[in-house]
């Protein structure tokens, strides 16, 4: 039996052991091809096959329909963070962003780099502690789009409601909650996520787009930063990363079975219930670092007395396998990253832990 550890990692981050299992048995001949599907075509119809069914998956999962194009994209989340103002801000014109968080932040300076960003709602003085309210969005009526971040996965915050923008196209980097909760991703003009939080291994990302914004993309870019080229190809127009792919169509696969969207979303919140549970429970040595309201169900964040009992508590866990906690290295503290492929068993041993630490500390 291989010893496998509680895995708070990030991104990338803990698989579904059933996917990483299915991998493992398919590895030296994929399907009776008398080959690995990483040493297939891109072009073969075993990995076509992987492709249209990902594809699918993706519609059938977050529940878009013909309307929205699925690509899969190299360059991880950051890449878009610069191709959605190149294609989507024409001259002269503005965007707007919410500024929640460091990688929110990182979209907005891109923007800067290209066209003009207008900061509809910022919490960088109140140290990302929050997201905005639904009436504290601000932006003018003719911005080409409004980009938002809907987990922020550095601070610990998430979007419990969305900004109703009616003709002004809404945009979301969903990399660290995309299909952990039932949303309606149809409010969405365009949403994207790197796979390797939510969806599968590093190197492969994401976009979603609903065909009336992808006709506004501009033209002329080269062919690699063109969402059409992608559209057209079906993401197959240079090689992808295959393998990528294939374990992002088996975790989605998996999801299907946890029950879809509503059931992750049930084991979600069970985990998320237990976690700040155990920290409101101790709150004068377990500090939650943001607003109640604003709290993730994906990356539960929090600080302790000290920090060489930061420290301690993160040594200490990993004795008893539980790994992955230190919070990131701009805002310090613990963090627990709590995505799909972390179970309720694992949130359970958590917090026997936390009550034992509390105890002996
Ligand atoms: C991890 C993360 C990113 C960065 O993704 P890369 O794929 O590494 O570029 C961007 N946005 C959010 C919300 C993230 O969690």
């Known amino acids: 039996m291989v010893k496998r550890v509680v895995n708070f990692n990030p991104g990338p981050a803990a698989l579904p052991l059933d996917v990483l299992k299915i991998v493992q048995e398919e590895l030296l001949d994929y399907q009776n091809s008398g080959m690995s599907i990483l040493e297939s075509s891109h072009r073969a119809k075993e990995f076509e096959a992987v492709n249209d069914a990902a ?4 519609h059938e999962v977050l529940g878009v329909g013909p309307d929205y194009q ?14 959605i103002p190149m294609s989507f801000v024409p001259a002269g014109q ?25 900061i509809a709602f910022s919490s960088k003085e109140e140290k990302y502690r929050r997201v905005p309210k639904m009436n504290e969005i601000k932006y003018p009526e003719d911005v080409a789009y409004l980009h938002l971040c809907s987990n922020n ?17 809404l945009i979301a980097d969903m990399s660290s909650d995309i299909a952990s909760r ?10 994207y996520a790197g796979a390797q939080k939510n969806l599968g291994p590093a190197g492969v990302t994401l976009v979603v787009i609903r065909n009336d914004f992808l006709a506004k993309a501009k033209t002329g870019l080269p062919t690699m930063f063109t969402y059409k080229t992608y559209v057209d190809n079906k993401s197959l127009y240079n090689t992808p990363p295959v393998f990528a792919v294939y374990i ?31 920290i409101d429970a101790n709150a004068d040595f377990y500090k939650g670092t943001v ?7 994906s990356n539960v964040t929090m600080r302790l007395p000290t920090e060489a009992l930061e420290d301690k508590f993160i040594a200490d866990a990993k004795k008893e396998g539980l790994i992955g906690m230190k919070g990131h290295r701009s805002v310090g503290g613990i963090r627990f990253s709590i995505y799909n492929a972390v179970s309720l068993d694992d949130i359970k041993k958590t917090v026997e832990f936390m009550a034992k630490f509390r105890k002996t500390a």
């Not at 699925?70 to 191709?83: H, I, R």
């Not at 079975?257 to 998320?272: I, R, T, Y």
Request: proline share 2%; charged share 20%; with cysteine.
């Open 94 to 118: 503005t965007a707007a962003y919410i500024d929640t968080g460091e990688f929110a932040n990182k979209a907005m300076k891109e923007c800067q780099i290209v066209a003009k960003a207008h």
């Open 291 to 297: 607003e109640k309201t604003s709290r993730s169900w």
């Open 182 to 191: 039932q949303l309606d991703y149809k409010q969405f003009a365009m949403f």
């Open 153 to 169: 996965t550095i601070e610990g915050t998430q979007y419990h409601e969305f900004p109703e923008t009616g003709k002004i196209p």
């Open 55 to 58: 594809i699918a998956l993706v």
């Open 70 to 83: 699925v690509l899969f994209m190299g360059g991880g989340a950051s890449t878009q963070f610069a191709l």
């Open 248 to 278: 992002m169509k088996l975790v989605l696969e998996w999801v299907k079975k946890q029950g879809g969207l509503a059931g992750v979303e049930k084991v979600n919140a069970a985990k998320k219930d237990l976690l700040y549970g155990a």
